[in-house]
Nanobody, 126 residues
Framework: QVQLVESGGGLVQAGDSLRLSCAAS????????MGWFRQAPGKEREFVAA????????YYADSVKGRFTISKDNAKNTVSLQMNNLKPEDTALYYC???????????????????WGQGTQVTVSS
């Protein structure tokens, strides 16, 4: 059974940093596109960042570019999201996702991903 489990969320103040982790079990995700998405109350799930397949190519939403960094540890089968200079508008439930065979033009689409974690809450106070 495939599982993605996120951790690292919490309550922080604006300007602080957090590091989210996503542990994958049940299969290796080498070759998969790994992504982070977030969803705030009353809003649609939105793309945050992704690592495309086995490459080191990273993609970010404009709203987080320069502040967030996605990385992957293949040996540990984990994906991380380092979030710096957090803002109140970053408050959301953050999800890890994995997808096989995703084409680059769909990397920002939640429906392109096959597996999802349960989410970890990030709350940023002003």
């Amino acid at each position: 059974q495939v599982q993605l489990v996120e951790s690292g969320g919490g309550l922080v103040q604006a300007g602080d940093s957090l590091r989210l982790s996503c542990a994958a079990s049940g299969r290796t995700f080498n070759g998969y596109t790994m992504g982070w998405f977030r969803q705030a109350p009353g809003k649609e799930r939105e793309f945050v960042a992704a690592l495309f397949r086995s490459s080191t190519n990273t993609y970010y939403a404009d709203s987080v570019k320069g502040r967030f960094t996605i990385s992957k540890d293949n040996a540990k089968n984990t994906v991380s999201l380092q979030m710096n200079n957090l803002k109140p508008e970053d408050t959301a439930l953050y999800y890890c996702a994995a997808g096989r065979g995703i084409i680059l033009s769909s990397i920002r689409e939640p429906r392109a991903y096959d597996y999802w974690g349960q989410g970890t809450q990030v709350t940023v106070s002003s």
